[in-house]
T-cell receptor
Framework: DAKTTQPNSMESNEEEPVHLPCNHS???????IHWYRQLPSQGPEYVIH???SNVNNRMASLAIAEDRKSSTLILHRATLRDAAVYYC??????????????FGKGTLLTVNP | SAVISQKPSRDICQRGTSLTIQCQVD?????MFWYRQQPGQSLTLIAT?????????ESGFVIDKFPISRPNLTFSTLTVSNMSPEDSSIYLC????????????FGSGTRLTVV
C-alpha cells in the first residue's frame, strides 16, 4: 500500500488559516487522496478527497501538487472545534481490497484561542 | 450519509470475560468494518463484515478472539472474547458514506477497559 507522511503535530491560532501537509511520493495513478479528522473522544470524520484537481467543500480545501506526490489540507479559518488529529490516507479503487482504509499516525492540530 | 449508532459507548470488564459491541446503521449497507484503536495509536482494521457470509479478518486478528455477526444489512456485532488488559482499546464500526468513492462514516466508538 502506498504510504503517507505527515508531521506529528502542528499549532495554529484561532481564525487563522491552517495548511496541513501530506507527502505521498509513492502514490499510484489510481490512488485517491482522502482526509479524515478525529476529534477528541469521537470516531474519524470524513473531510475531503481528491484525485488530481484541487477540491473545495464546506469544511476545507484540498490542494494537490501537480506531480501528486504531496497534498495540503487547508482550513481557511481555524476554530477551536477544528482541534483534532488529521489523517491523510490513500485509497486505491483499482484493486480487490479497494474498500480498505489504512490509517497512519496523522497530525495532531492544536488551535490556540 | 449513513448514521451509525454504536453500543455500549464504554465499558469496564473483568479479564477472561467477553463483551459484545453492537453497530446499528440507519440505512442498508453492503459492507461494515470494525476497527481497533489502542491507547494513543491510530486505527487498525480488524475485519470486514458482509451480510450472509463470514467476516474477512486482517492479519493478526482471528475469528475465535473477535467473532463477528452480520444478520442483516443494517446491523453487526463484534465480540471481544476472553479479554485481557491488552484488549483495552476503542472499538469502532464504519460503513461507506454512499456508493462509490465518497469516504466512510464511523461510529463514535466503544471505549473498553479490561481490568
Amino acid at each position: 500500500d502506498a504510504k503517507t507522511t505527515q508531521p506529528n503535530s502542528m499549532e495554529s491560532n484561532e481564525e487563522e488559516p491552517v495548511h496541513l501537509p501530506c507527502n505521498h511520493s509513492t502514490i499510484s495513478g489510481t490512488d485517491y487522496i482522502h482526509w479524515y479528522r478525529q476529534l477528541p473522544s469521537q470516531g474519524p470524520e470524513y473531510v475531503i478527497h481528491g484525485l488530481t484537481s484541487n477540491v473545495n467543500n464546506r469544511m476545507a480545501s484540498l490542494a494537490i501538487a501537480e506531480d501528486r506526490k504531496s497534498s495540503t489540507l487547508i482550513l481557511h479559518r481555524a476554530t477551536l472545534r477544528d482541534a483534532a488529529v488529521y489523517y491523510c490516507i490513500l485509497r486505491d479503487l483499482s484493486g480487490g481490497s479497494n474498500y480498505k482504509l489504512t490509517f497512519g499516525k496523522g497530525t495532531l492540530l492544536t488551535v490556540n484561542p | 450519509s449513513a448514521v451509525i449508532s454504536q453500543k455500549p459507548s464504554r465499558d469496564i470488564c473483568q479479564r477472561g470475560t467477553s463483551l459484545t459491541i453492537q453497530c446499528q446503521v440507519d440505512s442498508q449497507v453492503t459492507m461494515m468494518f470494525w476497527y481497533r484503536q489502542q491507547p494513543g495509536q491510530s486505527l487498525t482494521l480488524i475485519a470486514t463484515a458482509n451480510q450472509g457470509s463470514e467476516a474477512t479478518y486482517e492479519s493478526g486478528f482471528v475469528i475465535d478472539k473477535f467473532p463477528i455477526s452480520r444478520p442483516n444489512l443494517t446491523f453487526s456485532t463484534l465480540t471481544v472474547s476472553n479479554m485481557s488488559p491488552e484488549d483495552s482499546s476503542i472499538y469502532l464500526c464504519s460503513v461507506e458514506r454512499q456508493g462509490g468513492n465518497y469516504g466512510y462514516t464511523f461510529g463514535s466508538g466503544t471505549r473498553l477497559t479490561v481490568v
